[in-house]
C-alpha cells in the first residue's frame, strides 16, 4: 500500500465566475497534477467586470472546514487568499501554524487601487499571518500597504522589509509595475533570485495572483524548493496568460487559461 495522495489546501473567497479564489486555486492545483481541496472564507458576487458583494462565512463555519480537512487530508502546502477580518485572520494563523507550508497571498489592493480590507484586518494580516508564512506573495500596492513605503520604492529594499516582517521569504510580484518586463524578486535570509518575464499585453488578467500563489503551493506540496516552485509557478502563469490573451470569457477582464497545459498548447 502507497502513502496518503499529497494534497494542497486552498483557504480563500469563491469566486462564481471561475478566474479567481478558490476556483482558480483548484483549476490551478488540478492542472499541475495535485489534489486539491479548498476551504471557503467568504462568498462573492462577482464576474468579470467587477465585484459587486461579499458575504462572509461564519467563523465557527471556517473553523469546521479547516478542522476536517486538517484532521482528515495529508495536506503538504496550503495557499491563504483573501481574509476580510480580524478575527478570521487570527482563527486561520492559529489553526495553520503546523502546516509544512503555507503561501500567503495577501489580498488588500484591487487591479484597479482599490482597499479591499478595512485596516484592522490588513493590520491582522501583517501582524498575525505574515511572520507564520514561508512565502508571502504581495503585489506592489500590497507591498505599499504592509510596508507603509510607496510602491515605487527600490524593489530591493520594498522586498528587506517585508522579510523584515517575519516571513521565511517573500516573492514581490512586478505584474503591476510599467514597461515591458514583469519581473517577480524572491528575497528570503540568503538572498534574492530575479525571475525575469515579457510582459504579456492582455486585458485578461483576472485570477493573476490567486494562479501564481496556487502555483507555488502545489509545487511546494510536490516537495520542490522554493525557488524550483517558484521558477516553475511564474513559467505556468506565462502560458495561462499568453493562451488566455486568445480567448473571450465574459465582457471584462477575462481569467488566465488554467487548463493550457491540459490543452496542450501555450497559444
Given at each position: 500500500?502507497t502513502?496518503r495522495?499529497?494534497v494542497v489546501?486552498t483557504?480563500?473567497?469563491?469566486?462564481p465566475?471561475g478566474?479567481?479564489?478558490?476556483?482558480?486555486d483548484l483549476?490551478?492545483?488540478?492542472a499541475?497534477?495535485?489534489?486539491?481541496a479548498?476551504?471557503v472564507?467568504?462568498?462573492?458576487?462577482?464576474?468579470?467586470?467587477?465585484?459587486r458583494?461579499?458575504h462572509e462565512?461564519?467563523?465557527?463555519?471556517?473553523?469546521?472546514?479547516l478542522e476536517a480537512?486538517l484532521?482528515?487530508l495529508?495536506v503538504r502546502a496550503?495557499?491563504?487568499?483573501?481574509?476580510?477580518?480580524?478575527?478570521?485572520?487570527g482563527l486561520?494563523a492559529?489553526?495553520?501554524?503546523?502546516?509544512?507550508a503555507?503561501?500567503?497571498?495577501?489580498?488588500?489592493?484591487s487591479?484597479?487601487g482599490?482597499?479591499?480590507?478595512?485596516?484592522d484586518?490588513?493590520?491582522a494580516?501583517?501582524?498575525l499571518?505574515?511572520?507564520r508564512a514561508?512565502?508571502v506573495?504581495?503585489?506592489?500596492p500590497?507591498a505599499?500597504?504592509?510596508?507603509?513605503?510607496?510602491a515605487?520604492t527600490d524593489?530591493?529594499?520594498?522586498?528587506?522589509?517585508?522579510?523584515?516582517l517575519?516571513?521565511?521569504?517573500?516573492?514581490?510580484?512586478?505584474?503591476h509595475?510599467d514597461?515591458?518586463a514583469?519581473?517577480d524578486l524572491?528575497v528570503?535570509?540568503r538572498?534574492?533570485?530575479?525571475?525575469r518575464?515579457?510582459r504579456?499585453?492582455?486585458p485578461?488578467?483576472?485570477?493573476?495572483?490567486?494562479?501564481?500563489?496556487?502555483?507555488?503551493?502545489t509545487r511546494?506540496?510536490?516537495?520542490?524548493?522554493?525557488?524550483?516552485?517558484?521558477g516553475?509557478?511564474?513559467a505556468?502563469?506565462?502560458?495561462?496568460?499568453?493562451s488566455?490573451?486568445?480567448?473571450q470569457?465574459g465582457?471584462?477582464?477575462?481569467?488566465?487559461d488554467h487548463l493550457?497545459?491540459?490543452?496542450?498548447t501555450?497559444?
Amino acid at each position: 500500500m502507497t502513502g496518503r495522495e499529497p494534497v494542497v489546501l486552498t483557504v480563500a473567497g469563491s469566486d462564481p465566475s471561475g478566474g479567481a479564489g478558490i476556483q482558480a486555486d483548484l483549476k490551478t492545483a488540478t492542472a499541475l497534477g495535485v489534489y486539491a481541496a479548498s476551504v471557503v472564507t467568504a462568498v462573492t458576487v462577482q464576474d468579470t467586470t467587477g465585484v459587486r458583494a461579499v458575504h462572509e462565512v461564519p467563523l465557527d463555519v471556517v473553523r469546521g472546514q479547516l478542522e476536517a480537512v486538517l484532521g482528515d487530508l495529508d495536506v503538504r502546502a496550503v495557499k491563504v487568499g483573501m481574509l476580510g477580518s480580524p478575527a478570521l485572520v487570527g482563527l486561520v494563523a492559529e489553526l495553520l501554524a503546523d502546516v509544512p507550508a503555507l503561501v500567503v497571498d495577501p489580498v488588500m489592493v484591487s487591479t484597479s487601487g482599490h482597499r479591499l480590507l478595512p485596516e484592522d484586518a490588513e493590520a491582522a494580516v501583517r501582524d498575525l499571518l505574515v511572520p507564520r508564512a514561508t512565502l508571502v506573495t504581495p503585489n506592489l500596492p500590497e507591498a505599499s500597504v504592509l510596508t507603509g513605503l510607496a510602491a515605487q520604492t527600490d524593489p530591493g529594499e520594498l522586498g528587506q522589509a517585508l522579510l523584515a516582517l517575519g516571513p521565511g521569504a517573500v516573492l514581490l510580484k512586478g505584474g503591476h509595475g510599467d514597461g515591458p518586463a514583469s519581473d517577480d524578486l524572491l528575497v528570503d535570509r540568503r538572498g534574492s533570485t530575479w525571475f525575469r518575464a515579457a510582459r504579456i499585453d492582455t486585458p485578461h488578467t483576472h485570477g493573476t495572483g490567486c494562479t501564481l500563489s496556487a502555483a507555488v503551493a502545489t509545487r511546494l506540496a510536490l516537495g520542490a524548493p522554493l525557488t524550483d516552485a517558484v521558477g516553475a509557478a511564474k513559467a505556468y502563469l506565462g502560458e495561462a496568460l499568453a493562451s488566455g490573451a486568445e480567448r473571450q470569457v465574459g465582457q471584462g477582464r477575462g481569467p488566465v487559461d488554467h487548463l493550457v497545459r491540459l490543452r496542450g498548447t501555450t497559444a
